[in-house]
């Protein structure tokens, strides 16, 4: 059955456009330092992935919200309390195996969503979703067999995606705040079959933290933003 969210279509473009737009810069950092040239290229490619994923949303937020912003705009000049992005995709990249958790769990989470979103009477919306979710069909893949490679790899290896389990789960709850609560038992059924192949187990429950839905963030969006904002705040509006 289909499922119906009542947010307005500016303000959930404008989240899932920033959740894409903000894990998209974190997976770039990885370029250069990923464990293998293979791994190095798959990591960049699925921020690429998000990136355009990215620039859809926010152009549709900007045509909406009709001040004149673009998705260049929206991305460049706003301060980190106007960014509406979860606070899963802004934390630190970690070690590799804490990155590739955070990744599958985001990854899941956003299968599910863009699917109820393909079938959403937006026209616009649903268009962005339905071709999106050929991409993450690949982003939830390769991010649940680095799981199960890891769990079920050396003592070093399960230990670190274990702690790298711990670290996310935390910001889990925010992703399945109102509406998007139906959403978790499916996903969850989806992570522990995963975690379960890779000899791990599901967590348990923990007080969640949430805020950045509402603009409230955590240290880490801001020296984030100070970054990817750089060029656009020293030369505003520079042209190539």
């Known amino acids: ?13 404008l989240r899932l456009g920033d959740d ?10 990885w370029c250069g330092h990923a464990p293998t040239l293979e791994v190095d290229l798959a990591l960049s490619n699925i921020g690429l992935d998000l990136l ?14 009709n001040a004149g912003r673009d998705a260049d705009a929206l991305a460049y000049h706003r301060d980190e309390h106007e960014f509406k992005n979860c606070l899963l995709t802004e934390q630190p990249n970690g070690d590799f195996a804490r990155s590739i958790v955070r990744q599958f769990f985001f990854s899941a ?6 699917h109820e979103l ?7 919306m ?8 050929k991409e993450i069909a690949y ?21 670190r995606v274990a702690d790298g389990i711990s670290w996310s789960w935390r910001f889990v709850d925010e992703l399945f705040t109102g509406e998007d609560a139906a959403l978790r038992p499916a996903w969850e059924a989806r992570v522990r079959a995963t975690l379960n192949e890779a000899g791990l187990d599901l967590p348990a429950p923990v007080r969640g933290i949430t805020g950045g839905r509402e603009g409230r963030h955590s240290e880490y969006l801001g020296h984030l933003l100070a970054e ?5 705040r020293c030369h505003p509006n520079a042209q190539w």
Request: net charge negative; proline share 1%; hydrophobic share 45%.
């Open 52 to 65: 355009g994923q990215a620039q859809f949303f926010l152009n549709y937020a900007g045509e909406m919200e």
């Open 126 to 133: 649903a268009a962005i979703a339905t071709k999106a979710l």
């Open 118 to 124: 393909a079938k959403s009477g937006d026209a616009t």
């Open 109 to 114: 989470w956003q299968q599910l969503r863009f």
């Open 1 to 13: 059955m289909s499922q119906t969210f009542t947010l307005s279509p500016a303000e959930l473009a």
């Open 20 to 29: 894409a737009l903000i894990l998209s810069h974190r997976l770039c950092e």
């Open 228 to 232: 990817m904002q750089y060029v656009q």
């Open 139 to 159: 982003h939830v893949q390769f991010a649940a067999e680095w799981v199960v490679r890891l769990g079920d790899g050396t003592e070093e290896s399960k230990c």
